[in-house]
Structure formats: structure tokens, C-alpha cells
């Protein structure tokens, strides 16, 4: 069956870094594009970004662009985010997600909560 | 492409018929709306997409309609499982955008 699972959160000081992950397993991750999604304590949801999947393509919400990067290692089916430059409003649990022919996201992992905080 | 749920809350008695309504600010294709369901705690959960194709292993009390600018999600006899907070989402642009999210809870 098809699994996505985060880890990697924490709790870390405003301007600093963190990367998270999503191991998945049960389908062939080279078939599918991958995005992060998150969501901040009692708010709704927000996406943050996509890579293709050949990995030729990444794009970013505007609120986090030239801060975070995507990227995935096919040889461990692996998905990652890079963040730097962290800040409070970046607190949220993330969110890895399979992307179904760019239509909607048809798995979700279980989240890891990353807190920005002095 | 803003999405406006509505209502953002709604109070429902099990049984009952529960409609929830996604407006978009412009026109998307109905294959990129999609509703899911978040229970607390959880992770989302794809409900349907393309506006009104049910998922795999999703209960046929869920239903989904619309076009254009006007997209609703319908539960028909409302279980106790079904409480939970509802969003649609939309992929017609780049990155997609979500609605704000309509809490169903126990009247």
C-alpha cells in the first residue's frame, strides 16, 4: 500500500534551518510529481511546492521562494525540503502529498510539525 | 484563483443533509476541483476530484457537482464519522490554491 512519512521537524530559532523529509514506499516514485503542503496551528491549508517527477521542474509559493528548496533522491524514494531563513510565520505542520496528473493529491503523509521559535 | 467556502461552520444532526459550497474568484475546468476532509490531528483525505468523481473506498453518501465558478460537496445522511473540517482545492492554476475550510460539527 502506498505510505508517505515525514520527519525531520522540530522546533528552531528564527533565521536558522531545517531540512524535512518523506520516505515513501509502496509505488513507483519515479512515476510521480511530489509536493509540500503545510499548514499553520488552527488555519487551513497552504501549498508550498512541487517537483516534477524527473526532478526537471520545481516551483514555490511566493512565500517562500529563494528560501526553501525541493528536491528528492529516486534511489532512496525519498522527498525533501530545505529551509532556510526560517521565521515564526513558517510554523506549521508540513505536509508531503503525492500528485495525481496534476488534477489533485491522492496520498498524504502524516505531517511533521516544524515551530519556529526563539 | 481565490477559493470561498461557505459556510465556514455549520452545526448538523446525524442524518441530515449537509451542502457545502466552493466559489471560485474565475473559471476553472471542473477537472482540477477537488474536496478533501481533515478530521483533527489527521492528515487530509481526497473525498473527490474532478468536481464530482468519488475516490476509491470513499462512502457514496458524499457527492460532488458543479461548474465553472460554483462547485458543491453534498453528504446525504450524515454519519458520526463525517464530522470534520471540509476543503476544496483548486489545480487549475499553477500550484493550486485551497478553500478556507467548512467545520461540520455535532448539533
Known amino acids: 500500500q502506498v505510505q508517505l512519512v515525514e520527519s525531520g521537524g522540530g522546533v528552531v530559532q528564527p533565521g536558522g534551518s531545517l531540512r524535512v523529509s518523506c520516505a515513501t514506499s509502496g509505488f513507483t516514485f519515479t512515476n510521480f510529481g511530489m509536493h509540500w503542503v503545510r499548514q499553520a496551528p488552527g488555519k487551513g491549508l497552504e501549498w508550498v511546492a512541487v517537483i516534477w517527477y524527473d526532478g526537471s521542474k520545481k516551483f514555490y509559493a511566493d512565500s517562500v521562494k529563494g528560501r526553501f528548496t525541493i528536491s528528492r533522491d529516486d534511489s532512496k524514494k525519498t522527498l525533501s525540503l530545505q529551509m532556510n531563513s526560517l521565521r515564526a510565520e513558517d510554523t506549521a505542520i508540513y505536509y508531503c502529498?503525492?500528485?495525481?496528473?496534476?488534477?489533485?493529491?491522492?496520498?498524504w503523509g502524516q505531517g511533521t510539525l516544524v515551530t519556529v521559535s526563539s | 484563483i481565490q477559493l470561498t467556502q461557505s459556510p465556514s461552520s455549520l452545526s448538523a444532526s446525524v442524518g441530515d443533509r449537509v451542502t457545502i459550497t466552493c466559489r471560485a474568484s474565475q473559471g476553472i475546468s471542473s477537472s482540477y476541483l477537488a474536496w478533501y476532509q481533515q478530521k483533527p490531528g489527521k492528515a487530509p483525505n481526497l473525498l473527490i476530484y474532478a468536481a464530482s468523481t468519488l475516490q476509491s473506498g470513499v462512502p457514496s453518501r458524499f457527492s460532488g457537482s458543479g461548474s465553472g465558478t460554483d462547485f458543491t460537496l453534498t453528504i446525504s445522511g450524515l454519519q458520526p464519522e463525517d464530522f470534520a473540517t471540509y476543503y476544496c482545492q483548486q489545480l487549475n492554476t499553477f500550484g493550486g490554491t485551497f478553500g478556507q475550510g467548512t467545520k461540520v460539527e455535532i448539533k
Open positions: 502529498a503525492r500528485d495525481q496528473r496534476s488534477n489533485y493529491y491522492d496520498y
